[in-house]
């Protein structure tokens, strides 16, 4: 696992004061592009979906269809974007959360997860938490059953973890690199 660890950080870059000063932003976009250190992203996540038992992978909007799709693939399961909301014609379930300054909504078709569903939630990053506990409660009001939470990297300092522990139930939250 050190390894691919070694790999992964080796692909994502630093950049300071982005998106506003201050923050140091984690881009994934040459881990992407090195399809070497995506492939080893993809199965690691994988992995994480087999060993969890998942039936679907859901991807939060929106780094989080880049990985989700090919770990669905990878995996042989089926894929679901969980959107922003207004994104998804038809029948949507939604769920909205606070941000630190402010509110949002997500969504994600009512017939697309059901009560025989085990899903896994993929992103890229872990921060605060607000987007994957809102769409836990969106899967679990949808009738599936969480089957854990994994995330290419965690942003430790901010706490994201002890907030969803309680959501998550029990379910693993995975993350390959802690930061």
Known sequence: MTDIKELLLSRIRDVADY?????????????LADPAAFTALTDALAEIAG????TKIVGLEARGFILGAPV??????GFIPVRKAGKLPGATLSQAYDLEYGSAEIEV?????????????????????????????????????????????????LGGRARLAPALDGAPLESLLTV
């Open 19 to 31: 998106p506003e000063p201050g923050v140091m932003f984690k881009d994934i976009t040459p881990l």
């Open 51 to 54: 060993n969890t038992g998942a």
């Open 109 to 157: 078709h009512a017939e697309d997860l059901t009560g025989g569903d085990r899903v896994l939630v993929i992103d890229d990053v872990l921060a605060t938490g607000g987007t994957a506990e809102a769409s836990i409660q969106l899967i679990r009001r949808a009738g599936a059953e969480v089957a854990g939470l994994a995330v290419l990297m965690e942003l430790g300092f």
């Open 72 to 77: 669905a693939v990878r995996a042989g399961v």
